[in-house]
């Protein structure tokens, strides 16, 4: 029965999701199990069932007048033959297995590089110049290590370019397969999205509690304030960019379709003022460099995060321009 | 063996639903099953076909569709009523066939062109 459905889905993965196209997909569904069912009580085997079913389900052409989609259903087939592009499952779980590597690496890559300043602020016996020196080799060996995994993620990535290029389309077993892998990786992500917050968040308290205990080495405190916000990041950046991919896969089909059921619902906020959009487009970024510049210019972390809230309130009344 | 154009036959998927339908109600997989018992297998409806006739059907008003539940096992179905409309549509039909055949029937050589 699985078969039959997946069958039926996938005929109307790519009809406008309208009320008319629902009722027919259900009629239909309700046919072939009535069929189905019947065959199976007179002794058929399942795939002799799900054979007979689908060989004597008929062409939608058929329904395309009454369905007030025979535009739709000649516009269709023009762009299969014009290359419309199907993305099979395997190619999916290929996909996938690449967006999570490139996200470690470019997460590992974020890490390096906040870290990569840290051999200033150790302290160590040794020369003046030679701390220097070993320091700023540090430095760069973590930024070399970082572009490279930058360059890597870059790379594995660049076989799937054509998302973006061409129209791509996935089946509907494929998009419910992307759909339950996101909804288990769901628990997992918000797990690294909190722990990676609050990692930001502390990250202050080393400094804090180091200087206080041992006044005369704050360096290592700030040290772990890097780290500790370097592994937050990490974790942030990780989880984003694993989620996306899912996101991406299930954009593929068109939102207005039925096989664009599993689109992501959340709403892409749309600003009516052309301004405010291009302004909105940097205004997290911003918001965050000035927060960040208050925070390490006045090192006043008790007040500064007001920013956060200032700046939630002023998005809302921007939203309503 | 022969078997049944589906171009000949379309313009009469219509009749042979309203046929079914003159006593009781009845719904998709009912009328498709009987369509093919009462042809002795000679004749079966493709379910979008079926689907599009009873589209069709209802948006001339010849038939009503109303959801209830199986008699058997209270399954949810779509159910098809024939209309008074659909009744005198059906005569009309009818007496088409009646004439169609008349005249089909005089060009058709009763040795089969053997």
Redesign the interface.
């Known amino acids: 029965m699985e078969t039959i459905r997946n069958y039926l889905e996938t005929m109307f993965a790519s009809l406008p999701n309208t009320f008319e196209v629902q009722k027919a997909k259900n009629e239909l569904l309700q046919m072939m199990e009535d069929k189905y069912t019947e065959l199976i009580k007179d002794g058929k085997t399942e795939n002799e069932a799900v054979g007979i079913v689908i060989s004597e389900f008929g062409n939608l052409d058929e329904l395309a007048e009454e369905l007030g989609i025979s535009s739709f259903v000649i516009q269709e087939n023009q762009k299969t033959t014009g290359g419309y592009r199907n993305v099979t499952l395997a190619e999916v779980k290929d996909y996938l297995h690449d967006r999570t590597r490139s996200a470690y690496a470019v997460a590992l890559g974020v890490f390096l590089c906040i870290i990569s300043v840290c051999g200033y602020l150790v302290y160590f016996r040794g020369g003046w110049h030679v701390r220097i020196v070993l320091a700023t080799s540090f430095m760069f060996i973590a930024i070399a290590a970082a572009v490279g995994l930058f360059i890597f993620a870059g790379f594995v990535m660049g076989k799937w370019k054509f998302f973006r290029e061409r129209a791509c389309s996935v089946d509907f077993a494929t998009a419910e397969y992307v759909h339950n892998r996101r909804e288990s990786f769901r628990v997992t992500r918000s797990m690294m999205i909190t722990i990676g917050v609050i990692l930001c968040i502390l990250s202050v308290l080393p400094v804090i509690v180091v200087g206080s205990l041992f006044g005369w080495s704050i360096g290592f405190g700030v040290v772990l304030m890097f780290v500790f916000v370097g592994i937050g990041v990490f974790l942030l950046v990780a989880a984003e960019n694993v989620n996306a991919g899912f996101t991406t896969i299930l954009s593929l089909n068109k939102r207005g379709t039925v096989g664009g059921s599993f689109v992501p619902s959340q709403k892409q906020v749309t600003y009516r003022n052309d301004t405010i959009s291009k302004v909105m487009s940097v205004y997290w970024l911003t918001v965050t460099c000035i927060y960040l510049c208050w925070s390490f210019l006045s090192f006043d972390w008790h007040i500064t995060w007001i920013v956060w809230v200032i700046a939630a309130l002023v998005q809302q009344m921007l939203k309503a321009l | 063996m022969s078997s049944i154009s589906s171009d000949i036959i379309r313009g009469y998927n219509d009749t042979m639903i309203l046929y079914l339908l003159w006593d009781a109600p009845s ?4 009328i ?2 009987r369509i093919r018992n009462l042809s002795e297998e000679k004749y ?1 409806i ?7 006739a ?3 059907l209802e ?1 001339n008003g010849f038939v009503e569709s109303f959801a209830d539940s199986d008699m058997v096992n209270g399954k949810r ?2 159910y098809y009523r024939i209309t008074e409309q659909g009744r005198q549509y059906y005569r009309e039909k009818c007496a088409e066939w009646t004439l169609t055949k008349e005249v089909v029937e005089k060009f058709i050589r009763q040795d089969g062109g053997m």
């Open positions: 719904y998709g997989y009912e498709s099953k079966a493709k379910e979008t076909t079926l689907y599009s009873f589209t069709r948006k179905r779509t």
